[in-house]
């Protein structure tokens, strides 16, 4: 089997991830239209590189595949980093490759079960995100979640010729209603 089922939510589930599918990353990392939103734009991954980058990933239990219940096919990552166990706080992260599989309410599903995994199953009590200015559905999808703006860090991030801000977001236990 290539993917295992950790997270369970309706229309898909989040596994361990493949170190198999070193192929796919290097498509959705080079493609020029997904770039900009992933800070990968101005970035070059060969296939040998993902190779090594996605066996250290396999390895360090915060990167889980986002696979499709229908058809068992990876759509994307999503990701629990940067956990401090003392204040209880991670950062969460998420890419959807396949430009098919965006705006179907994947991303939604996907943050809603990561959410209730960091919660309740890692017993954290404060998420933050980072979002570009210009990444609207990813500004909705988080406002719509109960996600708050925490912080910006003006013209941070370059890219397509102009400065953008970087967005923090953040969502404390206390405010979430599942």
């Given at each position: 089997?290539?993917?295992?089922?950790?997270?369970?939510?309706?229309?898909?589930?989040?596994?361990?991830?493949?170190?198999?599918?070193?192929?796919?990353?290097?498509?959705?990392?080079?493609?020029?239209?997904?770039?900009?939103?992933?800070?990968?734009?101005?970035?070059?991954?060969?296939?040998?590189?993902?190779k090594e980058v996605l066996a250290k990933?396999?390895?360090?239990?915060?990167?889980?595949?986002?696979?499709?219940?229908?058809?068992?096919?990876?759509?994307?990552?999503?990701?629990?980093?940067?956990?401090?166990?003392?204040?209880?706080?991670?950062?969460?992260?998420?890419?959807?490759?396949?430009?098919?599989?965006?705006?179907?309410?994947?991303?939604?599903?996907?943050?809603?079960?990561?959410?209730?995994?960091?919660?309740?199953?890692?017993?954290?009590?404060?998420?933050?995100?980072?979002?570009?200015?210009?990444?609207?559905?990813?500004?909705?999808?988080?406002?719509?979640?109960?996600?708050?703006?925490?912080?910006?860090?003006?013209?941070?991030?370059?890219?397509?010729?102009?400065?953008?801000?970087?967005?923090?977001?953040?969502?404390?236990?206390?405010?979430?209603?599942?």
């Amino acid at each position: 089997m290539k993917y295992f089922r950790k997270i369970n939510g309706n229309g898909l589930y989040l596994s361990p991830l493949n170190t198999e599918d070193f192929d796919l990353y290097c498509k959705w990392l080079n493609d020029p239209d997904l770039g900009p939103f992933i800070d990968t734009a101005s970035k070059i991954f060969s296939i040998e590189r993902e190779k090594e980058v996605l066996a250290k990933l396999a390895n360090e239990n915060s990167y889980l595949a986002i696979v499709l219940n229908e058809n068992d096919e990876m759509i994307g990552d999503c990701s629990v980093m940067n956990i401090d166990t003392i204040s209880r706080s991670a950062e969460l992260g998420m890419i959807i490759g396949e430009k098919k599989n965006r705006n179907n309410g994947y991303g939604s599903e996907v943050l809603k079960i990561l959410i209730q995994y960091c919660f309740e199953i890692l017993n954290l009590n404060s998420l933050y995100g980072r979002i570009f200015d210009f990444n609207i559905p990813s500004r909705k999808l988080c406002e719509k979640i109960g996600f708050k703006e925490c912080g910006v860090r003006h013209e941070a991030y370059y890219v397509n010729g102009c400065y953008h801000d970087e967005i923090f977001v953040e969502l404390l236990r206390r405010n979430y209603h599942s």
